[in-house]
């Protein structure tokens, strides 16, 4: 019996009832509390069309992942619509902290080839502030409450300037109110997506634009596109197929991430290691974010390293026999799929709509991540490392063309943002 269990079994009631109550008061209030806004408009007599992008946080060291995404389809649709006419730009940070950091919008910009000043990137510090709108004027908004509170300054800017409200574009990259628990915070994420209209989600995966629809959530305009594999990642494809595999089994690991499953992971990997000796000579390696080794039993260990370059982790996968990558969500994630295009015999789990054994030959989609059923899975991924891993390339990851919506979202926006 662990020290908690102990304590919740023999404290006095009064001393429980203190317990809770200090705990209550110390408790970070609900995440609706701290992230709703009542911003207040200001009308901005400038003719010119604006498309503005509504991020929140941007801490420093998140530039990848859907930050990365998001910034770069903004940044593309900014030069798509300046080369239709003239077009101005800007960037709301939103939930400003200590360790905000623009540097991250301004390089990821650049690196898609548009440049932006730091006037064009503005802090919004309080959640009644009052921010100036312009009468043809998009916003573009990253998650469920900066499309809830933008999606009230859209409307204040309809009546502002007596005219139908425009679209917002949302970038949508996960299904948001799963990330918590049911609560006024998960109904509120869920109202963002049916309370926002007229509404346009730019959708990352066609698992996510199915689980959207079959949960009841629908838009007025949908893009929606797949991942596709990582510039930096791309030239060593040609590599696979020589690339001369250690015995590794090579695991996403993020302790701290949910979704992420890290004990189920840990489970699936001790009863893999237990009750299947004869991989007993496999290391096994976890990249993600870094962690304290963790025991899998007769002395061996998950070692740790972090988050590698994307060239060090491009030797890693090459390297690697057998992975697992496992994600509690209707998106795909982009590990499993980087996995099997290296030649790694990969597991993962499905989810609703998601079975991305129909993605790539080279992954086994799970019903359950179990402990019994995943190690049984991994075991089956190792002793098929025998023999070289299928070689093949699903064309859809593989395009040279990141974001095959642009030119209609592109035109879509163009008409929106002088309409009125």
């Not at 299947?276 to 976890?286: K, L, Q, T």
């Not at 699903?394 to 009125?420: H, I, K, Q, W």
């Given at each position: 019996?662990?020290?908690?269990?102990?304590?919740?079994?023999?404290?006095?009631?009064?001393?429980?009832?203190?317990?809770?109550?200090?705990?209550?008061?110390?408790?970070?209030?609900?995440?609706?509390?701290?992230v709703?806004?009542?911003?207040?408009?200001?009308?901005?007599?400038?003719?010119?069309?604006?498309?503005?992008?509504?991020?929140?946080?941007?801490?420093?060291?998140?530039?990848?992942?859907?930050?990365?995404?998001?910034?770069?389809?903004?940044?593309?649709?900014?030069?798509?619509?300046?080369a239709?006419?003239?077009?101005?730009?800007?960037v709301?940070i939103?939930?400003?902290?200590?360790?905000?950091?623009?540097?991250?919008?301004?390089?990821?910009?650049?690196?898609?080839?548009?440049?932006l000043?730091?006037?064009?990137?503005?802090?919004?510090?309080?959640?009644?502030?009052?921010?100036?709108?312009?009468?043809?004027?998009?916003?573009?908004?990253?998650n469920?409450?900066?499309?809830?509170?933008?999606?009230?300054?859209?409307?204040?800017?309809?009546?502002?300037?007596?005219?139908?409200?425009?679209?917002?574009?949302?970038?949508?990259?996960?299904?948001?109110?799963?990330?918590?628990?049911?609560?006024?915070?998960?109904?509120?994420?869920?109202?963002?997506?049916?309370?926002?209209?007229?509404?346009?989600?730019?959708?990352?995966?066609?698992?996510?634009?199915?689980?959207?629809?079959?949960?009841?959530?629908?838009?007025?305009r949908?893009?929606?596109?797949?991942?596709?594999?990582?510039?930096?990642?791309?030239?060593?494809?040609?590599?696979?197929?020589?690339?001369?595999?250690?015995?590794?089994?090579?695991?996403?690991?993020?302790?701290?991430?949910?979704?992420?499953?890290?004990?189920?992971?840990?489970?699936?990997?001790?009863?893999?290691?237990?009750?299947?000796?004869?991989?007993?000579?496999?290391?096994?390696?976890?990249?993600?974010?870094?962690?304290?080794?963790?025991?899998?039993?007769?002395?061996?260990?998950?070692?740790?390293?972090?988050?590698?370059?994307?060239?060090?982790?491009?030797?890693?996968?090459?390297?690697?026999?057998?992975?697992?990558?496992?994600?509690?969500?209707?998106?795909?994630?982009?590990?499993?799929?980087?996995?099997?295009?290296?030649?790694?015999?990969?597991?993962?789990?499905?989810?609703?709509?998601?079975?991305?054994?129909?993605?790539?030959?080279?992954?086994?989609?799970?019903?359950?991540?179990?402990?019994?059923?995943?190690a049984?899975?991994?075991?089956?991924?190792?002793?098929?490392?025998?023999t070289?891993a299928?070689?093949?390339g699903?064309?859809?990851?593989?395009?040279?063309?990141?974001?095959?919506?642009?030119?209609?979202?592109?035109?879509?926006?163009?008409?929106?943002?002088?309409?009125?």
């Open positions: 019996m662990n020290a908690r269990n102990f304590l919740k079994q023999n404290l006095p009631p009064q001393v429980k009832g203190l317990v809770h109550r200090l705990r209550a008061r110390i408790a970070a209030p609900p995440i609706d509390e701290a709703l806004a009542e911003f207040a408009i200001a009308p901005d007599p400038d003719p010119t069309p604006r498309l503005t992008m509504v991020i929140p946080l941007l801490q420093k060291g998140a530039d990848f992942g859907g930050t990365a995404t998001g910034i770069d389809i903004f940044a593309r649709l900014c030069l798509a619509l300046m239709r006419g003239a077009l101005d730009v800007r709301i939103t939930d400003v902290i200590a360790e905000t950091d623009p540097s991250i919008v301004t390089n990821r910009c650049a690196k898609a080839g548009l440049a000043t730091a006037g064009q990137i503005e802090r919004v510090k309080s959640p009644r502030a009052t921010i100036a709108v312009r009468r043809h004027e998009i916003f573009m908004t990253y469920w409450w900066t499309t809830l509170n933008f999606a009230a300054l859209r409307d204040a800017q309809a009546k502002a300037f007596g005219r139908p409200p425009r679209p917002m574009i949302w970038l949508m990259q996960d299904y948001e109110p799963a990330f918590m628990e049911f609560s006024s915070g998960h109904m509120l994420a869920r109202a963002a997506y049916d309370t926002s209209a007229p509404l346009w989600g730019v959708i990352n995966s066609s698992n996510l634009a199915e689980y959207l629809a079959a949960v009841g959530h629908a838009f007025d949908s893009f929606v596109f797949e991942p596709v594999i990582s510039d930096a990642l791309r030239p060593y494809l040609n590599r696979v197929p020589t690339s001369q595999r250690k015995q590794r089994v090579l695991v996403y690991g993020r302790p701290h991430v949910a979704r992420n499953c890290f004990p189920a992971l840990v489970r699936g990997l001790r009863r893999w290691a237990r009750d299947y000796p004869e991989f007993g000579n496999w290391e096994v390696v976890s990249a993600g974010t870094a962690h304290d080794p963790v025991a899998l039993g007769d002395g061996r260990q998950l070692r740790s390293v972090g988050k590698l370059s994307l060239d060090d982790y491009a030797q890693m996968l090459l390297e690697s026999s057998a992975g697992v990558s496992l994600m509690a969500s209707p998106h795909p994630s982009y590990p499993p799929l980087e996995m099997a295009h290296f030649g790694v015999r990969t597991v993962t789990n499905g989810y609703v709509c998601k079975d991305l054994s129909r993605f790539h030959p080279n992954i086994t989609s799970l019903t359950s991540i179990a402990e019994v059923p995943l049984a899975a991994l075991a089956e991924a190792c002793r098929k490392a025998a070289p299928p070689v093949f699903n064309a859809e990851y593989l395009r040279e063309t990141a974001y095959p919506f642009m030119d209609d979202l592109c035109a879509a926006t163009a008409s929106a943002l002088v309409e009125g």
